[in-house]
């Protein structure tokens, strides 16, 4: 009997240490289970529909700003995910480059998981609040949703970690271009009150505001799209009311306005906040070009969009579920410039990506070296 009570002692004490020692395994296990290699760096995206992919398919809203219908989409996901395209985007290809996952919208319903960074774009926003105010996320509620994931990161993997993230994430910013576009759809009283350059202040100021407060979160790296030449997209084109189809010139004084400020607002930063390092893509000239010459960058054409209606297609109704019903596509997208009468084709979106992430030999101009600075 002596015997075999010591076997069984023998027998609890071996399970306690086997249970003990499986258990501190198993947790230590738990709390590495999503483990980032040292080179990781998460991708933060904020802006309008050049950027959304999908933010906008999950508020109350209207088609005006949404593309979750057909044909958008058709290229490469085979059905429409909210992207403003018949593809990926420009931030989808600049995941790619850099090894990430697509980065998916912040509203995507059970996404909880932000260690690769996440999309806080939405179509139609604007740095202003009162930019087309009830129906997108403007840039103050992007940053504010930005203010969650912080939260969140330094909640879930420890106040270090979770800065540690955020400090080695590379921030990217397009937007603006809304703000200007809506003073010419929407008969906005700031065309009387406000000068450009005035206007353009309160655009600059609100976006400034905005840098720092991602900054004064941790963040570091971050990338910036100028503004497009969006007086000679299709919709504008047409809405400016022009004979012969010129650009709408209005427009573009307020975006190169907009694009000076920028350049200046940029350098200032770099000298008053430390360890400041930005990336300048000049999307205004690299559309333009393709705009003027598209069959020097292999496609065809530069005016006209694949999918719409009217003149140069520049009725913004492609899927038929906007004002205007009526709507036709063109075959072969990668032809094309533009997708619909404001936003572009993948296969522009995948050229302006490479040049985003090369940069050219200005120091201020590649986003691989930021992703690739730790």
């Known amino acids: 009997m002596e015997t075999q009570s010591t ?8 399970f306690v240490i086997f249970f003990f020692t499986f258990s501190s395994t198993w947790c230590f296990i738990e709390v590495e289970s999503h483990p980032l290699p040292e080179n990781h760096a998460a991708f933060f ?5 050049f950027l959304d992919a999908g933010n906008n398919n999950y508020i109350n809203t209207t088609t005006l700003d ?19 395209s018949d ?29 690769n960074g996440v999309n806080f774009a939405s179509a139609g926003a ?31 993997l420890w106040k270090a970690e979770g800065g540690l993230i955020l400090s080695k994430a590379v921030y990217l910013f ?14 906005s009283p700031f065309l009387k009150s406000h000068s450009i350059s005035e206007y353009v202040e309160l655009v600059i100021g609100n976006l400034t505001t905005s840098i720092k407060q991602v900054y004064d979160s941790g963040g570091r790296k971050f990338g910036f799209m100028n503004l497009p030449p969006m007086g000679c997209s299709p919709g504008l084109r047409v809405a400016g009311g022009d004979a012969a189809g010129r650009c709408l010139e209005e427009f573009g004084a307020y975006a190169n306005q907009h ?3 920028l350049v200046k607002l940029l350098q200032d930063l770099e000298k008053q906040l430390k360890g400041f390092k930005y990336s300048l893509y000049d999307f205004s000239s690299s559309l333009r070009q393709r705009m003027e010459n598209p069959l020097k960058y292999g496609l065809k054409e530069g005016r006209e969009a694949c999918c719409g209606t009217g003149r140069f297609r520049g009725v913004f109704s492609c899927g038929g579920r906007r004002r205007v019903k009526e709507f036709e596509a063109c075959r072969n997208p990668n032809e094309y410039v533009f997708w619909d009468s404001y936003h572009l084709t993948e296969s522009l979106h995948k050229e302006l990506a490479h040049e985003l992430w090369r940069g050219s030999s200005s120091r201020h101009s590649s986003l691989k070296y930021l992703f690739q600075t730790i």
């Not at 995206?45 to 529909?49: N, Q, R, T």
């Not at 490469?76 to 403003?84: A, D, E, K, V």
Request: proline content about 6%; glycine content about 8%; aromatic content about 16%.
């Open 174 to 187: 397009g937007i603006g271009t809304n703000d200007y576009m809506s003073l010419f759809l929407t008969n």
């Open 259 to 261: 694009n000076q400020r």
């Open 66 to 84: 949404q593309a979750n219908f057909w044909p958008y989409g058709q290229t490469h996901f085979r059905y429409p995910t909210g992207r403003f």
């Open 45 to 49: 995206i904020f802006g309008d529909s």
């Open 87 to 115: 593809g990926r985007l420009v931030s989808d290809f600049i995941a790619e480059f850099a090894k990430l996952p697509l980065i998916p919208p912040f509203l995507q319903p059970g996404f909880h998981q932000y260690h």
């Open 126 to 156: 604007g740095a202003l609040s009162e930019t087309f105010h009830g129906s997108v996320i403007e840039l103050k509620a992007q940053i504010k949703y930005f203010k969650e994931v912080e939260t969140w990161l330094k909640r879930k």
């Open 7 to 14: 076997s069984h002692e023998q027998l609890v004490v071996l």
